[in-house]
């Protein structure tokens, strides 16, 4: 929404400027508007440079959408199913059901290890939550102090790193100046 | 509709003053913190009209910088047709170019070298194919075919439909001081709320990026074999406001 010219609300330009505003009427109170499109500003954008960015950003995502991806799957699955269906042939019918691959967009495959963990454990965001709450035990670590209260949305942290609130991430903080 | 921030005798902000949609009429609201961020340029307006005597020239601008150096970014396009995609067989191009394909800026060296004209890059963006055709005669076939009737018209779109490429180059614009906006000494909206007045002037690196967009993709078109078929900044391309936007700023 929005236009070149919005009634009641005019601007001038300078004889020779001939300059052109795009006002931007938007509903949804985070959306920004950028030429054409319309981008989600989370706080890994503001970030100019960032280590192991795509696994990062991957696992941004993922972590919206695990319910979305998880039903794509399950979509594909019924489909290649149906394809299979056409070529089976009467002998193959007693065969076993091929076991299903595992997928690279799994959560569980993320390496645990790094140091930078997508999905760290028993976060409220991770699609392998337990259902009996959020966990009790926060490993300690420098300049991250202990969860204040049960409902704080600060994920666990799994990795003894800081929990780094401004780039909504768990990582090492920045050097101090020397 | 918020018309200015007031500001107490110590110099900081007490609160807005702002006017009622419904009932036209001027409310103040007072507030320990004022937070502006109603846009780049609506953001200026608002400080440029918070005028007191503490801030003569509008809120938070003693440095005179507020709503200078508008920036906006370098555009230039320019379509090819190329008959090496004539008759292929019908296939769903669907998101080939657009969201899938996309050149980012590739002459670092050069410009670090000192080699270029101008600073600073762009990226480009492509399309083409036979995606799904939008409103219109299938991506401007008339303009090739010059019009045509029952079966051969199909069969000649069926030939040319998807042999139309496009090329976008998106830069970034150097800032200058001649590109600001101010109040508009007399327009006010309808809200009675002084509006704002813009200049703006390319710089020569964006005029230089500009031409370089439309040779590289000249260059790339023709050496595919194909023709360049319209090109941003011509007269009879020009047809929306966006493309008139460019167009005026960008000439080649």
């Known amino acids: 929404m929005g236009g070149w010219q919005v009634p009641g609300e005019p601007y001038t330009s300078a004889p020779g400027s001939g300059?052109?505003?795009?006002?931007?009427?938007?509903?949804?109170?985070?959306?920004?508007?950028?030429?054409?499109?319309?981008?989600?500003?989370?706080?890994?954008?503001?970030?100019?440079?960032?280590?192991?960015?795509?696994?990062?950003?991957?696992?941004?995502?993922?972590?919206?959408?695990?319910?979305?991806l998880r039903q794509g799957r399950g979509a594909d699955r019924r489909l290649s199913a149906r394809r299979k269906a056409w070529r089976i042939r009467p002998t193959d019918v007693s065969s076993p059901r091929p076991r299903r691959a595992p997928t690279s967009a799994s959560s569980r495959e993320f390496p645990t290890n790094s140091r930078f963990p997508a999905f760290p454990r028993a976060s409220p965001f991770s699609p392998s939550r337990s259902t009996a709450g959020p966990p009790a035990t926060i490993a300690p670590s420098a300049g991250a102090p202990a969860r204040?209260?049960?409902?704080?949305?600060?994920?666990?942290?799994?990795?003894?790193?800081?929990?780094?609130?401004?780039i909504w991430s768990f990582a090492p903080a920045p050097c101090a100046a020397k | 509709m918020c018309r200015?921030?007031?500001?107490?005798?110590?110099?900081?902000?007490?609160?807005?003053?702002?006017?009622?949609?419904?009932?036209?009429?001027?409310?103040?609201?007072?507030?320990?913190?004022?937070?502006?961020?109603?846009?780049?340029?609506?953001?200026?307006?608002?400080?440029?009209?918070?005028?007191?005597?503490?801030?003569?020239?509008?809120?938070?601008?003693?440095?005179?910088?507020?709503?200078?150096?508008?920036?906006?970014?370098?555009?230039?396009?320019?379509?090819?047709?190329?008959?090496?995609?004539?008759d292929l067989p019908p296939a769903n191009d669907d998101g080939v170019g657009g969201m899938h394909m996309y050149m980012p800026w590739w002459l670092y060296q050069e410009q670090k070298a000192g080699k270029m004209p101008f600073s600073r890059g762009y990226h480009v963006e492509l399309g083409g194919g036979r995606g799904m055709p939008g409103?219109?005669?299938?991506?401007?076939?008339?303009?090739?075919?010059?019009?045509?009737?029952?079966?051969?018209?199909?069969?000649?779109?069926?030939?040319?439909?998807?042999?139309?490429?496009h090329f976008a180059g998106r830069g970034e614009m150097i800032p200058n001081e001649d590109s600001y906006c101010e109040i508009d000494p007399?327009?006010?909206?309808?809200?009675?709320?002084?509006?704002?007045?813009?200049?703006?002037?390319?710089?020569?690196?964006?005029?230089?990026?500009?031409?370089?967009?439309?040779?590289?993709?000249?260059?790339?078109?023709?050496?595919?074999?194909?023709?360049?078929?319209?090109?941003?900044?011509?007269?009879?391309?020009?047809?929306?406001?966006?493309?008139?936007?460019?167009?005026?700023?960008?000439?080649?």
């Open chain 2, 135 to 165: 409103a219109g005669i299938f991506g401007g076939s008339h303009n090739i075919l010059g019009g045509g009737y029952g079966k051969e018209l199909k069969r000649d779109i069926r030939k040319i439909y998807g042999a139309n490429v």
């Open chain 1, 19 to 68: 300059f052109q505003w795009y006002r931007a009427r938007m509903l949804g109170g985070r959306t920004n508007h950028y030429g054409r499109i319309s981008l989600r500003m989370g706080p890994l954008r503001f970030q100019a440079v960032q280590p192991r960015r795509q696994g990062l950003r991957l696992a941004h995502y993922l972590r919206r959408s695990g319910a979305l």
């Open chain 1, 148 to 166: 204040s209260t049960p409902t704080s949305p600060r994920p666990a942290c799994t990795s003894g790193l800081p929990w780094r609130r401004e």
């Open chain 2, 4 to 86: 200015e921030v007031m500001v107490g005798p110590d110099g900081r902000a007490t609160g807005v003053s702002y006017i009622d949609t419904k009932t036209r009429r001027e409310v103040t609201v007072n507030a320990r913190v004022v937070v502006l961020a109603a846009s780049c340029c609506e953001t200026a307006r608002l400080m440029l009209n918070s005028k007191s005597s503490s801030f003569p020239n509008g809120i938070a601008n003693s440095t005179g910088l507020v709503g200078k150096y508008i920036m906006d970014t370098v555009g230039s396009s320019v379509n090819g047709y190329l008959p090496i995609l004539e």
């Open chain 2, 186 to 252: 007399v327009t006010v909206d309808r809200w009675g709320i002084p509006v704002l007045r813009f200049h703006f002037k390319w710089s020569q690196d964006e005029i230089l990026q500009a031409k370089h967009m439309q040779n590289t993709f000249e260059e790339i078109i023709t050496a595919a074999g194909g023709k360049v078929t319209s090109r941003s900044g011509d007269p009879r391309w020009v047809a929306s406001p966006a493309a008139a936007k460019s167009s005026t700023a960008i000439r080649n």
